[in-house]
């Protein structure tokens, strides 16, 4: 399939995928992807409900669709307290949810959800909004292994999978359906980010409960290290979000469609 042809696939299915952002007093606290499905707002449950942390009902809830024109400000704003789930699985397995909007959606493009029947090398696209930016971006790649854990059919990608894609549309290129929620990507040093995240707030904790009244030229050190500690902390946690393989994976979309929408 030649680029004219994925140019006019995404610009066909532009308008039902959708960027999410969530803001709190005008600072964003995190953002992911979704895609709209008869009326229905279709994203992973980690993305409106993170592992930890919970939004509070007061977050506002930013719906940018693809085809939102440039430098239009058309976001769809909806707090977050008024989201009640119609259906949906735990991040822990499937890792979707569904709710239903109260915007009208018959007008944008109509995603056909298929049955699982991928296989192995089968070129797809990816749509989303990675590092929450302000317009939709797609991705091509390939299906380069598929595999049950923890009893979820998995799609392993080959393609560019970044933080902020995460409850995107996976599409088949050459039939235009919808065979999969893009879920997480693959770093190569994961854990191992994880493992030095929690060192610092180890050494965090342990250096706050020092009491000494120590003070170098007006400088307290202890303070000093902290604020250094939570530093490297914020640095360490920016280098995970943006570091990339190029692996990806999704789920398969057989779990929303035993739904029945």
Do not use: W
């Not at 994203?43 to 930013?62: A, D, I, M």
């Not at 797809?124 to 595999?147: E, W």
């Amino acid at each position: 399939m030649d680029s004219e042809e994925v140019s006019a696939i995404i610009s066909d299915v532009r308008s039902a995928v959708v960027g999410i952002t969530f803001y709190y007093e005008n600072e964003v606290l995190a953002g992911g992807s979704g895609f709209v499905y008869k009326g229905y707002l279709i994203s992973n449950n980690h993305v409106f409900n993170p592992k930890y942390s919970q939004f509070k009902p007061e977050t506002e809830v930013r719906l940018r669709f693809g085809d939102t024109p440039q430098y239009a400000n058309d976001d769809v704003v909806i707090r977050y307290g008024s989201f009640t789930p119609y259906a949906g699985s735990d991040q822990y397995s499937y890792d979707y949810i569904v709710y239903k909007l109260p915007i009208d959606t018959s007008n944008r493009y109509q995603f056909v959800l298929k049955p699982d029947n991928s296989y192995e090398g089968q070129s797809v696209l990816l749509c989303g909004y990675p590092f929450n930016t302000k317009y939709m971006t797609s991705h091509v790649g390939r299906i380069s292994a598929i595999f049950t854990e923890n009893n979820v059919k998995t799609l392993q990608l080959d393609a560019s999978v970044n933080n902020g894609n995460s409850g995107g549309p996976l599409i088949d290129i050459k039939t235009k359906e919808l065979i999969g929620v893009v879920t997480k990507k693959r770093t190569g040093l994961f854990s191992e980010f994880d493992d030095l995240i929690k060192s610092y707030d180890n050494n965090i904790k342990v250096m706050s409960s020092v009491k000494a009244n120590m003070s170098i030229g007006g400088i307290d050190p202890v303070k000093v290290l902290i604020a250094t500690q939570e530093q490297m902390k914020v640095v360490s946690e920016n280098i995970k979000r943006s570091s990339n393989t190029g692996i990806g994976f999704a789920h398969s979309c057989d779990k929303i469609l035993a739904e029945n929408l």
